[in-house]
């Protein structure tokens, strides 16, 4: 397999090629492309997942049946949609959101999207609100991208509250390129991918900024 040293490697991730299986194999609707344009429109940071990436844990979700998912970190609702549209008609999506002006774009494209009967955006703190879900799980997934300094402790709520074989997802776990650093954000994020592994059958893929993903024992 060639690296990024070699002729091909340097191919690898052309932005042609990549928009080009995006469009192809994760084409956006009206809805999802409301929401993935939302941040530009409402003064908020774009820094949502992207298409590929949401396509993949759409299809993550579907293949682990799952019907109970908490997503900490709503931004504009964009994961929000490809996660609560891989669940059945019963299931639940509780979708974490800190920023109240973020909470309410992502409400709206929500609504949107016909979901506002399987998704709840719950409005403040992560570390506040999760213990208040706790007595709906077990659940199915937990998809962490929030605050990075709490990336740890997220991770510690999702392995005891996700059910055997449930699904952890955690995004940015390069960290923007600063994973290594003497940082607080920094050392939160290591700790969170070396204690996945007491827990999890981990992988981390080389999407964009890396997706930590892992199946709990």
Same mark, same amino acid.
């Given at each position: 397999?060639?690296d990024k040293?070699s002729r091909?490697?340097?191919?690898?991730?052309a @932005?042609?090629?990549?928009?080009?299986?995006? /469009?192809l $194999?994760a084409?956006h609707?009206?809805?999802?492309?409301? &929401?993935f344009?939302? @941040?530009?429109g409402?003064?908020? @940071?774009?820094?949502?997942?992207g298409?590929?990436e949401?396509r993949?844990?759409h299809l993550l979700?579907?293949?682990a049946?799952?019907?109970r998912?908490?997503?900490?970190?709503?931004?504009?609702?964009?994961?929000a949609? +490809?996660?609560g =549209?891989?669940?059945?008609?019963?299931g /639940?999506? +509780?979708?974490?959101?800190?920023e109240p002006s $973020?909470?309410?774009?992502?409400?709206?494209n929500?609504? &949107?999207? #016909?979901l506002?009967? /399987?998704?709840a955006?719950?409005?403040?703190?992560?570390?506040?609100?999760?213990?208040k879900?706790?007595?709906?799980?077990?659940?199915?997934?937990?998809?962490i991208d929030?605050?990075?300094?709490?990336y740890?402790?997220?991770g510690r +709520?999702?392995a005891a509250?996700l059910r055997?074989?449930g699904l952890?997802?955690?995004?940015?776990?390069?960290?923007?390129?600063?994973?290594?650093?003497?940082?607080a954000?920094?050392r939160?994020v /290591? =700790?969170? $991918?070396?204690?996945?592994r007491?827990?999890?059958?981990?992988?981390?893929? #080389?999407?964009?900024?890396?997706?930590?993903?892992?199946?709990?024992?």
């Amino acid at each position: 397999m060639a690296d990024k040293a070699s002729r091909s490697g340097l191919r690898y991730g052309a @932005p042609g090629v990549l928009e080009y299986v995006a /469009r192809l $194999h994760a084409p956006h609707d009206e809805a999802l492309q409301r &929401a993935f344009d939302a @941040p530009e429109g409402n003064g908020m @940071p774009p820094i949502q997942v992207g298409p590929s990436e949401g396509r993949l844990m759409h299809l993550l979700l579907r293949m682990a049946g799952a019907r109970r998912v908490v997503e900490i970190g709503s931004l504009a609702g964009y994961s929000a949609i +490809w996660l609560g =549209r891989a669940l059945p008609g019963d299931g /639940r999506l +509780w979708s974490i959101e800190c920023e109240p002006s $973020h909470a309410g774009v992502a409400r709206r494209n929500i609504e &949107a999207a #016909g979901l506002s009967g /399987r998704v709840a955006v719950l409005e403040g703190e992560g570390l506040a609100i999760l213990p208040k879900l706790e007595k709906e799980g077990p659940f199915d997934a937990v998809f962490i991208d929030a605050d990075k300094g709490n990336y740890d402790r997220y991770g510690r +709520w999702a392995a005891a509250h996700l059910r055997r074989g449930g699904l952890l997802l955690a995004d940015n776990a390069f960290l923007f390129g600063q994973l290594l650093e003497d940082s607080a954000e920094a050392r939160a994020v /290591r =700790r969170l $991918h070396e204690e996945a592994r007491e827990y999890f059958e981990t992988v981390c893929i #080389g999407t964009g900024d890396g997706m930590l993903m892992g199946i709990k024992r």
